[in-house]
């Protein structure tokens, strides 16, 4: 069986006046991620991962935050049109494993709403998407509150054989 891994990390600033969007999930904070799009740092990280297992380049060239198409894109759109690239290649999810790195809010009440959201975009089972979050203890960016971190690793498997 041919197997594929990726690895991919996002970061984004929080400021004012932004929703915080991670997996899918609104978060009830006062600060937001600043990006070109919904800023769902979670997506990001994870459609790159799929993009980096298949050699597809990265995110921006896909979606480049210079086009007026991906402004304020909801991010599981990204997700679903990687999803769309890795079947195109004859791959399915394995498993993904994903951190998001936050000083505050807590995700806690929120991981396993995120899996669930991730699951279905990836069409995999729940138990095949892990989430894990944390904080960065106080050190830098996101440790003193002014960005957010999300990295993933997933793994594909080759589902049709002679798929380009």
Known sequence: MDYRVGF???IHRLVENRKLIIAGVEIPYH???LAH???DVLYHALAESILGALA???LGKHFPDTSSETLNMDSSLIVKEVVKMMKDKGYQVNNVDIFVSLEKPKLK???ELMRK?????LEVNVDQVSIKAGTNEGCGEVGKGEAIEATSMIMLKKVIANVN
């Not at 959201?117 to 975009?121: G, P, Q």
């Open 31 to 33: 600060l937001g991620e």
């Open 117 to 121: 959201n991730v699951a279905t975009l």
């Open 8 to 10: 991919s990390k996002d």
């Open 56 to 58: 597809l380049g990265d």
């Open 109 to 111: 009440d929120y991981i």
């Open 37 to 39: 799009s919904d800023g």
